[in-house]
C-alpha cells in the first residue's frame, strides 16, 4: 500500500462555493426566486406587487413592491446568510407571523445570479441602490427611490453552468413561474399583483375577495361554478371554495391547499376532497379547489423545509376527516339535497379526538361550533339544514329558504305530483314554490346510480332466472374480462356460469330486464366497461355500475307515461345527492314562482 502523504485531505470550501451550495436548496430554477421575492414582498406589508420576468426568469426575474423598504444599514445586510429581520429567538419559530424567516433567500439569489436591489423606506429621503455578485458587493450607492423595494435578478446561474443546463424550456419554467405567481396571489387578495412576461402583461390582478381573485386567475367561467365551503371549530378553520361538479376539468392544475395561508401539497387531503365529490364527478375529472386551513402552528412542524411544500400535522386523521365533512357540507347545500347524512369513514369515528374532540372547559363553547356540532350528531359527519332552492347553475333564488322535509312528504304522495313531459326529453314537476325542470334521462342516471351502488353481496339486485338457460359465446379476451368480471356481477343481478371455450351460461339476470335482452345486455355491458377500463381510479364494481347505468337509463326521446314521470320524481327525490348525474351535469333546474314573476314585470 502506498504511503499517505502527510497533507490533509479535508479542506474548507471557499465562502462563495459553500454559498452556492447552500442556494441549490433554496434557488433550484427561476420560480423559486419568484416565490421568495414575492414572499419577502408581501412579508414587507406592500399592498402592490409587480413581477416582471424575461426570457422565462432566465434572464431576469424582478419584483417591484411599495412596501416598508429598507434603510441603508439593512439593506446592506440582506444578502447576508442567515440574515433576517423575521426571527431573533428560537421560540419565535412556533409563531411565526412571515412567509420567511430563515433569512436565507436573498444570499441564496446573490450567491448564484447578479442582483440588483433598489429600496427606501417612508422615513427616508433617499433610497439605496446595491449591487451584488456571486455573493460579492460590486456597487453601493444612493439614488432617488419610489418608497418600496425592487430586487432584479439577472442572469440566474451565470456562475453555475452546470445547473443553467439543467432549466427545463422556457414554456415549463414559465409554467412553474405562473404556478408559484398564483399561489401567493391566492393567499393575498386584498394585495394588487400583476404578471409582465417579455413585456406583455399577463396578469393584472386587482385588490378584491378570495372569490374575485379566483375567477381573476382562473377565467370567468368559475364565476357562478363556485361554493362557498366554510366551517369554524376551536380546532381548526376551513374556509375557501370548491368548484361545482360540472366546472371539473380533465386536467389537475386547480387545487390547492393553503395551511396557515401558507400553499402546501397534500396526496392525503386531495384525497380528502375527492372523496367528499365521490359519485358526483365524471371519469378522471378534477374538482377546482382552494382551501385554507387555519390552525394553531403547534399543531404542525414548522420545522419542514419550507420550499417542499410539505407538512407535518400533529393528528392527520383529523384534519382528513374535517376537510372531508365541511367540503361535503358544501356540496350538500348547494344540491339543496333535503336531508344528508353522512357516514364519517369508520376508523375516523373511532377516533377518540371525533368522539371528545376537546377538553372539558372548551366543550361549552365548542358546542356552538357547527362541526363539532355534526360530528357528535349520531356520528353523521352533517345534517344538512336544506337552504331552500338553488337553481342550478346562478343563484338567483338563494334568498328563498324553503323547508325541504314537507317537500318530500308531498312528493311521496304520488297522486299529488303534478308532471308534464316536454319532448320526450323533459319533466316539468310543478313544486309549491314554483317548478323543476327535469332532464329525464340524467335524473334516470342519478337513480339507477344509487341504486345499483346500494347492491351488496347480502342484498343483491332482484334477479330472475332465466326461463331457459341462455348460451353466450365470446372471443377470447372479451370471455376472459367476463371471467374476471363475474364474481362482481353476482350483485348487480347477473349470475353467470363460465363453460369451456368461450362460452357462457346465462342462469339470471337483472329482474327489471326484459326476456330476450339477456345476451345483448351483457355484450353491451361488456363495451361499455372496455371505455372506462383505462380509469385506474374506479373499482371494477364502479365501473361496472357506471357502465350498466349507460345501457338502461331512460334515453332522452323515450316517452314516459304520467305514472312513469311521477315514478321518476319521486324516485329521484328519494336519491341522495338527486342534483347531479353521476358525470357531476345537472339532474333539473328549479324555477321559483317569485322569479317567475319578476320575469313577467310583476
Ligand atoms: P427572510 O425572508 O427569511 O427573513 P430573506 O433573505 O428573504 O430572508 O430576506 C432577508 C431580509 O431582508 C428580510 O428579513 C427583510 O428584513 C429584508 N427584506 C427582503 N426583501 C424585502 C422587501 N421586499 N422589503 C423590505 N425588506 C426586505
Ligand atoms: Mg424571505
Not at 131 to 152: D, F, H, M, R, Y
Amino acid at each position: 500500500m502506498k504511503a499517505q502523504s502527510e497533507s490533509p485531505l479535508i479542506t474548507v470550501l471557499p465562502d462563495h462555493i459553500a454559498n452556492q451550495i447552500a442556494a441549490g436548496e433554496v434557488i433550484q430554477r427561476p420560480a423559486s426566486a419568484v416565490k421568495e421575492l414575492l414572499e419577502n414582498a408581501v412579508d414587507a406589508s406592500a399592498t402592490s406587487i409587480q413581477l416582471i420576468i424575461n426570457d422565462a426568469g432566465k434572464s431576469l426575474v424582478q419584483v417591484v413592491d411599495n412596501g416598508k423598504g429598507m434603510n441603508e444599514a439593512d439593506a446592506k445586510l440582506c444578502f447576508g446568510r442567515h440574515a433576517t429581520s423575521k426571527i431573533s429567538r428560537i421560540e419565535d419559530l412556533f409563531c411565526i407571523q412571515t412567509m420567511g424567516f430563515r433569512g436565507e433567500a436573498l444570499a441564496s439569489v446573490a450567491a448564484v445570479a447578479q442582483v440588483e436591489l433598489r429600496t427606501r423606506t417612508a422615513e427616508s429621503e433617499t433610497g439605496y441602490y446595491i449591487e451584488v455578485e456571486n455573493s460579492q458587493l460590486v456597487k453601493a450607492e444612493p439614488i432617488a427611490a419610489p418608497q418600496g423595494t425592487s430586487v432584479a435578478m439577472k442572469n440566474l446561474f451565470f456562475n453555475v453552468p452546470a445547473r443553467r443546463n439543467f432549466l427545463k424550456s422556457n414554456a415549463a419554467e414559465m409554467r412553474h413561474i405562473i404556478d408559484e405567481f398564483s399561489r401567493v396571489a391566492l393567499a393575498f387578495p386584498a394585495i394588487a399583483f400583476s404578471l409582465h412576461a417579455n413585456n406583455q402583461q399577463l396578469f393584472q390582478l386587482e385588490s378584491g375577495t378570495l372569490k374575485q381573485r379566483i375567477v381573476q386567475l382562473m377565467g370567468a367561467s368559475y364565476e357562478s361554478k363556485l361554493v362557498t365551503v366554510k366551517e369554524e371549530t376551536d380546532y381548526l378553520n376551513i374556509r375557501g371554495f370548491v368548484g361545482k361538479p360540472d366546472a371539473a376539468r380533465k386536467t389537475r392544475g386547480e387545487q390547492y391547499f393553503f395551511v396557515n395561508n401558507r400553499f402546501i401539497r397534500s396526496g392525503y387531503l386531495h384525497h380528502a376532497v375527492m372523496s367528499a365529490f365521490q359519485g358526483m364527478l365524471a371519469p378522471d375529472h378534477f374538482p377546482l379547489y382552494v382551501l385554507f386551513i387555519d390552525l394553531d402552528p403547534q399543531q404542525i412542524d414548522i420545522n419542514v423545509h419550507p420550499t417542499k411544500q410539505e407538512i407535518k400535522f400533529e393528528d392527520e386523521k383529523i384534519v382528513y376527516a374535517f376537510v372531508q365533512a365541511a367540503v361535503k357540507h358544501a356540496l350538500a347545500q348547494f344540491s339543496i339535497t333535503p336531508t344528508l347524512d353522512f357516514e364519517l369513514d369508520a376508523s375516523i369515528q373511532q377516533l377518540s379526538s371525533i368522539q371528545q374532540p376537546f377538553t372539558e372547559e372548551n366543550k361549552t363553547r365548542a358546542a356552538d361550533s357547527s362541526l363539532f356540532r355534526s360530528f357528535t350528531q349520531k356520528n353523521q359527519a352533517h345534517l344538512i339544514q336544506p337552504t331552500g332552492f338553488r337553481p342550478y347553475p346562478t343563484d338567483w333564488t338563494a334568498s328563498e329558504p324553503t323547508p325541504a322535509a314537507p317537500l318530500l312528504q308531498h312528493a311521496l304522495e304520488e297522486e299529488a305530483i303534478v308532471v308534464m313531459g316536454l319532448h320526450n326529453s323533459y319533466i316539468v314537476y310543478q313544486t309549491s314554490e314554483g317548478f323543476w325542470l327535469i332532464d329525464q334521462q340524467g335524473a334516470h342516471e342519478r337513480i339507477l346510480y344509487e341504486q345499483l351502488q346500494q347492491s351488496s353481496t347480502e342484498k343483491p339486485i332482484a334477479a330472475q332466472r332465466t326461463m331457459f338457460p341462455i348460451t353466450l359465446s365470446l372471443p377470447p379476451a372479451d370471455a376472459a374480462l367476463l371471467t374476471e368480471l363475474c364474481p362482481s356481477l353476482v350483485s348487480l343481478g347477473f349470475l353467470l356460469e363460465a363453460g369451456s371455450s368461450g362460452e357462457f351460461i346465462i342462469q339470471a339476470t337483472p329482474a327489471t330486464i326484459q326476456s330476450g335482452k339477456e345476451k345483448s345486455i351483457i355484450e353491451s355491458l361488456l363495451e361499455e366497461y372496455k371505455h372506462y377500463n383505462a380509469d385506474a381510479g374506479y373499482s371494477m364494481r364502479e365501473k361496472l355500475i357506471r357502465s350498466l347505468v349507460k345501457h338502461r337509463r331512460i334515453k332522452a326521446g323515450t316517452t314516459l307515461s304520467q305514472k312513469e314521470m311521477r315514478q321518476l320524481v319521486m324516485d329521484l327525490l328519494a336519491c341522495k345527492q338527486p342534483g347531479q348525474t353521476p358525470d357531476g351535469k345537472p339532474t333539473y333546474l328549479a324555477f321559483s314562482n317569485s322569479y317567475l314573476s319578476s320575469l313577467f314585470g310583476k
